[in-house]
């Protein structure tokens, strides 16, 4: 069992004991430093919990404005942590109890930012610190639950008797509990490792899978890989989960988190009036008031949270607003001339026209970024033509799983990409944000779609890849060309590709290929069970076509890279 540890020196916990004090007494000023210093805690046991659901925001707000309201009624301010942390895991369970009777609406679900991807991103976690976070996304709710204490108090932000006061059980029952959830984190641990390798037999099982980890998905591939003796064999030491956590920061709270009172149903006036009176009832400062009512508005993977508690999809400047559901016949669309680029092409919201043929030899590829309507299912496509290949390497090793925003993979050498998308439209449907490409150097060109099947081909009597009325669609920007199941790229050079997934669900796997996996894919054809033939794009030349979205240049946020390849 983790040892007891002491979360704050004598000389802080005097500093807070009387800060309480003060704040019960009426201090407006003792009010905000208290709800300054304890928002972060209660950000971190919701967001972990809850692992970033959209209702994190209304828990976080829920549990300071009980604690406020209630501080009167604290009769021990050396207490008071165990006390907020425990008014924290009341309203988590709460919220779970009022989903059971009224789930929560699919669209406010669809705007939630993955809390193990916020603690990657905002800590900058790397190897088995990273696999901890991301393990976390394959516990069950009430796991995650006691997860959140007991990575905190491994951190040194709880002990073990405020972790069982706020779980609401003994000690000796919270030693099993969490003995449990560190083997359910374990066995989750593994899971992640295994889909970042590049097991045939594990590509195989998860072919249909469509990346969201859950229970059956969770049971199918423990079980495989303990029978599995590339999975289940580690090419590291294993460290402990808990001499990971050791240490980490408290991931920190999104710029323009605020508590809402509305949501607390209370009027700016009438919660600052409430400091009059009772002794239980502790009204609000001009400070927090200020910070309340700010329409403050802060980015953070994918989700705008704004003052009031709303998730707000964001898009790039060049994003289009969300489209109406496509249909499976609107996607069969009138075929259309890429543009080309010129070398010293300057960014521009429209096409830049076709440069003259005098000038042909300064162009490097053509832009994809033009609609294409899909080749007849039954139409064989062109020779590919054989580039010379010496090989590729990925920061990533044999396969890059790329699920989340911020995650990035770079290739080098000389070869063959297969860039293979899941599209996820049952999780969160809407406006796609497409990958990029950054920081080229040397030559990179779209050579051929396969995977047997377009992204927009129907898969049933009123859906399609694309999704469909009872999941929504996955809607792609203006002028962007549909993708196929399989995008195959080469590279002369290195490059990289950043998911930028941002309003709609998806991610890409990322594989080292060759051309002649290419040219067998784009020929597996309706005869043999395919929607259609691929299509080959390289003429062999460098008027090949160029990836959407690329450039030599590397932004801090690749998502903001232009609807249009510049190289």
């Not at 050579?447 to 694309?466: E, F, L, N």
Request: net charge positive.
């Amino acid at each position: 069992m983790t040892r007891e540890r002491t979360y704050v020196d004598e000389g802080a916990g005097r500093r807070w004991r009387s800060t309480i004090a003060a704040a019960q007494a009426g201090d407006r000023q003792a009010l905000d430093e208290l709800v300054e210093g304890w928002l972060p805690l209660v950000y971190n046991v919701v967001g972990r919990a809850l692992n970033g659901h959209a209702d994190v925001d209304d828990v976080v707000q829920e549990t300071m404005l009980r604690a406020v309201d209630n501080l009167g009624s604290l009769r021990d301010p050396d207490s008071f942590r165990s006390w907020l942390v425990a008014i924290a895991m009341r309203q988590i369970r709460d919220r779970a109890r009022r989903r059971q009777s009224a789930p929560l609406e699919e669209s406010a679900a669809r705007e939630a930012a993955d809390f193990a991807e916020l603690t990657v991103l905002r800590l900058q976690l790397e190897g088995q610190r990273r696999e901890v976070a991301e393990a976390v996304r394959w516990l069950d709710a009430e796991d995650r639950q006691l997860l959140s204490l007991w990575w905190l108090e491994v951190a040194g932000e709880l002990t073990r008797r405020e972790l069982a006061a706020a779980a609401g059980i003994s000690r000796q029952h919270a030693a099993v509990r969490v003995q449990r959830v560190k083997e359910r984190l374990e066995t989750a641990r593994g899971i992640v490792r295994a889909l970042d390798g590049a097991c045939p037999d594990l590509c195989e099982l998860t072919a249909r899978w469509n990346g969201r980890p859950d229970s059956v998905w969770r049971k199918r591939l423990a079980r495989h890989i303990r029978g599995c003796g590339y999975c289940g064999d580690t090419r590291e030491a294993v460290v402990p989960a808990e001499r990971l956590l050791v240490g980490i920061a408290l991931v920190p709270i999104p710029v323009g988190l605020t508590l809402s009172l509305a949501l607390g149903g209370k009027t700016a006036v009438a919660a600052t009036a409430t400091a009059t009176g009772t002794a239980t009832s502790v009204g609000w400062s001009a400070k927090v008031m200020a910070a309340i009512t700010q329409p403050a508005v802060a980015v953070t993977a994918g989700a705008t949270l704004v003052a009031g508690g709303a998730y707000v999809v964001t898009q790039t400047p060049d994003a289009p607003p969300r489209a109406a559901a496509p249909t499976a016949a609107s996607t069969a669309r009138p075929p259309a001339t890429a543009p080309t680029v010129s070398p010293t092409a300057t960014l521009s919201p429209s096409p830049s026209p076709s440069p003259s043929p005098s000038r042909k030899a300064e162009l490097y590829g053509t832009v994809v970024d033009a609609v294409d309507r899909a080749p007849d299912p039954n139409a064989r496509p062109a020779a590919l033509p054989h580039r010379p290949e010496s090989g590729i390497t990925s920061t990533w090793g044999a396969k890059a799983v790329m699920q989340h925003r911020g995650e990035k993979v770079t290739l080098s050498g000389q070869g063959y990409i297969l860039v293979r998308w899941q599209i996820s439209p049952q999780s969160r449907s809407g406006a796609l944000v497409m990958p990029t490409w950054t920081g080229l150097k040397g030559r990179l060109f779209h050579v051929a779609s396969g995977g047997g099947r377009r992204m927009d081909d129907t898969t049933g009597p009123d859906t399609t890849g694309m999704g469909g009325p009872a999941t929504g669609y996955t809607v792609l920007p203006d002028g962007t060309q549909q993708m196929w199941q399989n995008e195959y790229f080469y590279v002369d050079g290195s490059v990289t590709l950043n998911q930028n997934e941002r309003g709609a669900d998806y991610g890409v796997i990322v594989f080292p290929s060759t051309w002649d996996a290419a040219e067998k894919d784009v020929r597996t054809g309706p005869d043999q069970g395919a929607i259609r033939y691929g299509q080959v794009r390289d003429d062999g030349k460098d008027t090949a076509p160029v990836p959407q979205y690329v450039t030599r240049g590397t932004p801090a946020d690749p998502a903001t890279v232009p609807q249009r390849s510049r190289v």
